[in-house]
């Protein structure tokens, strides 16, 4: 009689493997992560609870507590690369600047703004672990005005969204608030947001005058 060990040896031979590795994710595609598409019995890693000090436990492929666990990663996913793609975003234009203050902000404005009212900047700060951002921008009597940006944390998908007092509505990043601010000519203190300032573009805004 057959032992059992024989009976292994001689069926794994004839089991045909099936095998496929997890797809690398474009960080230059800006769309949710989706799910592998092999069979998680033949992927290359599994779903386990694992208890501190104790051996784990994989947990069964398409079970309620499978699909739950499952589901809810793939959701703390998403939420961390919409998060970085709204953060990249903000960080990438030419009016976002970092660790400035209102006296680096008037000079700034006045040299490098193309239009005489309605050129503006974000500077965001951040100190003893506390990050703060500003709208800086200047209005239509010449003076240079800032509005504080609010940021609030969804509690469910640790998304940040942004508004100031006149939005009256949050939005998923500062690019986006900015440009609601400017499609919908929101007034601040009677001036509409119209051109970011450029960096390495300095315009000369008032063209001295002669006096006889």
């Known amino acids: 009689m057959l032992s059992l060990q024989k009976i ?14 997890l797809p690398d994710y ?9 799910p592998p598409t092999v069979h998680p019995d033949y992927a290359d890693r599994c779903l386990c609870d694992v208890k501190f000090n104790e051996s784990f436990r994989m947990i069964k492929t398409g079970t309620k507590e499978w699909i739950k666990e499952t589901e809810k990663k793939e959701s703390e996913m998403n939420a961390s690369k919409s998060r ?3 953060t990249k975003k903000d960080y990438e234009q030419d009016w976002f600047f970092a660790q400035k203050t209102i006296n680096n902000a008037e000079p700034l404005l006045f040299i490098w703004s193309k239009e005489p009212s309605g050129g503006f900047m974000v500077i965001r700060n951040e100190k003893e672990n506390v990050i703060s951002y500003k709208l800086y921008f200047i209005d239509t009597r010449d003076r240079v005005k800032s509005r ?9 998908t640790k998304q940040m ?16 608030l900015i440009k609601k601010l400017k499609k919908k ?3 601040l203190d009677g001036t509409v947001l119209t051109v970011g300032i450029k960096r390495m573009e300095p ?10």
């Open 8 to 21: 292994v040896n001689v069926l794994l031979p004839l089991r045909e493997i099936r095998y496929e590795a």
């Open 26 to 34: 474009d960080e230059d595609v800006y769309e949710p992560l989706r």
């Open 84 to 86: 970085e793609d709204y």
């Open 148 to 156: 504080p940006i609010f940021a609030q944390v969804d509690e469910k």
């Open 161 to 176: 969204s942004y508004a100031i007092w006149e939005s009256k509505k949050f939005e998923k990043s500062i690019t986006l």
């Open 185 to 187: 000519k929101t007034l």
């Open 203 to 212: 315009v000369r805004r008032h063209e001295p005058q002669y006096f006889p």
